[in-house]
């Protein structure tokens, strides 16, 4: 179908809809089933089998499963059948890893779909892109992405970016008007809008004509496949660790093996002892715990209404030292109430809080009635009529369509019984101007019942009254001498003073005559008629959560569009504030080179009446003086700041879809706590990966080192193969997974922020390892001769308590891990999942043991009680040896 080349009505009845009622949920699931979900065919994921043949393609697994083929031919099935199984039992396991990973990232992928605005039942409803069908009615306004392909309806100064699918960078403006002709290409498609591309300016309302493989964007499918698997910093680093331990177990192994054989030991017991040990020096299972590790945390994080869209920023958010927060909705409740109306020198108080439109309005304390007074009639009838926003009642509720700011007019007017609906039969908005960040303002054409026809603005009082040449004062138009700008000017400070915002009025008659194509046009020569001041107070939970982010070592600057008096007052209600702190003005900001802010902007902590392009110089100063920035915004304008900071945070609920994008984290609900929690959340995540890297390292060094001193003081071995793969895939396995889950340490959000560069073996973590790993192989060692030289004729059985030994060390070692500190600063209940992995471990070590039909296939023997003793008095040596000394120095 030529859609293009159709009037609307043409394509309405073509395509089947209705565009005053939309399509109704029966013909949505009848056109879904006939034409599928709105999604572009993703190139086929590995299969189920795929995935678990993948995990014994390691190089060290496949040695064991030669060694393994070896000693089946040899005649030593029962140690092949337990190798095979224990390998198998470990691909299960990292299967599962693998998959709980990959599905967590696949519901990351669906929590941050875009979402539109479609017409469906007579009502505009919030839906997931991918469910839009042919003949859906969809309403899109600047910073929107374009869900389907869609023949336009209606077009309000609209402008969308089109690279993605011409490759043209400027934006390309928008009409309904039917285009006919030969060879029409896709960027002189006016009337249609097309998935993937962005709304840079205005608005409008499309029907869609096009969906899934069936777009503009399906025949290029194959730029948009799945987005590239992300690895974060520390997996790399950790990738890269796994190598060079791999070249180091390698080199143990074989001086394992040449001192094992020259000191006479079996070559194929040697060779299948040096086998398993490389494979237990190795922590395979590393890249998949820190995997899931990463993605249970980042579940946990979406329960804290914050989703990650990209993996690196979970390690980032850890070394975050400054947040840069939009004021407005984040650190306030967004809940714009207009409680003050001034003009001409009066000002009359109104009542009634939130979207409720119950209230008074009262003018010297005594209510007034408003259809008499002509101005506040005025003002509240052009800031209804100069609004995009809409107040719904819902279950005995107010629920806000649109811009807050607009809210509060919208509302301000209910309460003066100035409903839109009814003004709309009075008035006619015949031309719509949108607001934009730059203008500062939004403006509409209106015809009255006579035919005549107005501008009415709204905006940034300071801009309006630049524009405007005269003043409506007591009911009478006056030129906007100097003594009147000074009037205005002094009732915009009074009213920042008391925390409101200020939104003017203007308006200006058009001669019959008078033809108006652009907003320039529109917005000059005003009369100027008053202002209206809203509160949007503070949520209680940003004081506390500004204060624990300072105790963290974490700065926050507030950044704010409202007049500096406003922002000031907010920021000194929530502490932001400091006695000596700076307050810098937008224009300010303008006059400064990126340079000359680097200079003063540590003493910066409210940015005041800004752009968002003003965002990126303050981001660029900030880095250049070494922070980690997190930058919040919500705006296509804010979307470069967003990108360059090092966490860029978009707005979940008032958010557009290039600002999410842009991001890194989106916050579900807007709320400045919620970076907090994030920040903690992601400092957690990075503690926990390094304690299991710390108990995995210690235990692997541990056995590498019990069986290489074994070899040089010409001992017989200490543990066979068997009991060697089973410590790796039990004790160190489940325990490891355990730590990923721990709670965060009391005083995590009381330390400086980490520094990016910081390895992870940093904070004395390396000598931990190497020292509880030497120790754990000692005593495993001394265990294991204690009971060998009392009776040399039972090595089995000194193997066995070796091997229990090595276990209950690495079982206490654990809980010494959750701490920086020691093993007593944490109480080892608050871990249940730890709790139950060590008490899983021990069981099973137990049926190892105490189970005969295993007895043989892992070659140990019960072990006496007394012996018991012996083993958790040496096991618990290494823990408490090294608590004790940190004890006695603290002490000292």
């Given amino acids: 179908m030529k859609w293009h080349e159709m009037r609307a ?77 224990i390998v198998f039992v470990n691909g299960i396991l990292g299967f599962f890893q693998e998959r709980k990973a990959e599905k967590s990232l696949e519901a990351l992928k669906e929590l941050s779909a875009p979402q539109v605005v479609a017409l469906r039942n007579g009502e505009w409803v919030r839906v997931l892109s991918k469910e839009l069908v042919p003949g859906d009615v969809v309403k899109f306004t600047s910073g929107d992405r374009i869900g389907a392909d869609m023949r336009l309806i209606e077009s309000k100064s609209l402008e969308v970016e089109e690279s993605a699918l011409t490759g043209e960078s400027l934006p390309v403006q928008k009409s309904i008007q039917p285009i006919v002709g030969k060879d029409v290409g896709i960027g002189d498609l006016t009337n249609m809008v097309f998935m993937g591309t962005l709304v840079t300016r205005g608005s409008g309302i499309g029907i869609v004509v096009g969906t899934g493989m069936n777009t503009a964007m399906g025949q290029i499918a194959d730029l948009l496949q799945n987005a590239e698997t992300m690895e974060t910093p520390l997996q790399r680093r950790l990738e890269q660790l796994g190598k060079i331990l791999i070249v180091v177990a390698l080199l143990l192994t074989v001086l394992v093996v040449g001192i094992g054989v020259l000191q006479g030991h079996d070559i194929y017991n040697m060779f299948l002892a040096g086998v398993s040990l490389a494979v237990a020096a190795i922590p395979e299972g590393l890249p998949a715990i820190v995997t899931v590790a990463l993605s249970l945390g980042v579940q946990r994080m979406i329960k804290q209404n914050s989703i990650v869209r990209k993996l690196p920023a979970v390690e980032t958010l850890g070394c975050a030292s400054v947040i840069c927060s939009d004021k407005t909705g984040t650190m306030t409740q967004n809940k714009m109430t207009v409680t003050q109306i001034w003009s001409s020198d009066k000002v009359w108080n109104v009542s009634g809080t939130g979207y409720h439109p119950h209230g008074e309005f009262m003018y010297r304390d005594k209510e007034i009635d408003v259809a008499k007074t002509k101005t506040l009639q005025q003002i509240l009838t052009f800031g209804a009529l100069c609004n995009s926003a809409a107040i719904m009642e819902k279950d005995n509720d107010y629920i806000l369509d649109g811009d807050p700011t607009e809210g509060a007019l919208l509302v301000a007017a209910m309460k003066a019984g100035l409903k839109k609906e009814n003004l709309y039969r009075s008035f006619e908005v015949v031309e719509e101007f949108p607001f934009d960040s730059v203008r500062k303002m939004m403006s509409v054409i209106v015809k009255d019942k006579n035919g005549k026809r107005f501008v009415v603005t709204k905006g940034a009082p300071d801009v309006l009254l630049g524009i405007s040449k005269s003043i409506l004062w007591n ?142 110089k303050i981001v660029k100063a900030l880095q250049n003086k070494g922070h980690i920035v997190a930058m919040t915004g919500d705006g296509v304008n804010d979307a470069p700041a967003i990108k360059a900071a090092d966490i860029g945070i978009s707005m979940g609920i008032t958010g557009t879809d290039v600002a999410k994008e842009a991001s890194s984290l989106v916050l579900v609900d807007d709320n400045f706590a919620t970076i907090k929690s994030a920040i903690k959340e992601g400092r957690n995540i990075y503690e926990n990966i390094r304690k299991f890297i710390r108990y995995l390292l210690a235990s692997n060094v541990g056995e590498i080192l019990v069986m290489l001193f074994a070899m040089i003081l010409g001992l017989p071995l200490p543990l066979v193969p068997i009991q060697i793969l089973w410590v790796n895939l039990v004790t160190d396995g489940l325990p490891a997974m355990a730590l990923g889950l721990d709670q965060p340490e009391g005083d995590l959000m009381k330390r400086k922020p980490r520094h990016p560069k910081e390895g992870v073996f940093s904070r004395g973590l390396g000598w931990k390892v190497v020292s509880r790993g030497f120790l754990i192989g000692i005593v495993t060692l001394a265990a294991f001769m204690i009971v060998y030289y009392r009776n040399p004729n039972e090595l089995a059985y000194a193997q066995t308590v070796a091997f229990a030994t090595l276990v209950m060390a690495q079982l206490i070692h654990v809980f010494d891990c959750r701490s920086e500190k020691s093993i007593f600063e944490r109480n080892p209940f608050e871990n249940m999942y730890l709790i139950g992995a060590v008490v899983s471990s021990i069981l099973l070590m137990l049926v190892v043991i105490y189970y005969p039909p295993l007895q043989p296939i892992f070659h140990t023997i019960p072990i006496l009680l007394r012996d018991w003793l012996l083993i958790l008095g040496m096991s618990a040596i290494p823990t408490f040896l090294l608590a004790g000394s940190l004890l006695t120095r603290k002490t000292a």
Avoid at 27 to 50: D, T, W
């Fill in 9 to 85: 009505d043409e394509v309405t009845n073509a395509i089947n809809t209705d565009v005053e009622s939309g399509l109704t949920s029966k013909e949505v699931k009848q056109r879904e089933q006939k034409f599928g979900l709105n999604e572009l065919k993703e190139a086929e994921r590995p299969s189920a089998i795929l995935l678990f043949l993948n995990q014994f393609k390691d190089f060290m697994v496949l040695v064991l499963l030669a060694a393994t083929l070896i000693s089946g031919l040899l005649g030593e099935y029962i140690d092949a059948i337990a190798i095979i199984a």
């Fill in 475 to 616: 009911e009478r138009q006056e030129g906007l001498t100097r003594e009147y700008e000074e009037k205005v000017k002094g009732a915009i400070e009074s009213l920042a003073s008391q925390a409101l915002r200020t939104i003017a009025i203007a308006f200006k008659p058009l001669s019959s005559t008078e033809r108006i194509e652009t907003s320039y046009e529109a917005e000059k020569d005003l009369v100027f008629i008053g202002l209206q001041g809203m509160i949007d107070p503070p949520r209680p939970e940003v004081k506390q959560a500004v204060k624990e982010c300072r105790d963290a070592g974490i700065k926050t600057v507030m950044i704010t569009g409202d007049h500096v008096i406003t922002a000031k007052a907010i920021a000194k209600q929530l502490n932001i504030l400091p006695t000596n702190g700076k307050v810098l003005e937008g224009r300010e900001l303008s006059s400064l080179s990126v340079e000359e802010l680097e200079e003063i902007v540590d003493d910066v902590y409210v940015f005041a009446r800004v752009s968002p392009e003003h965002k990126l």
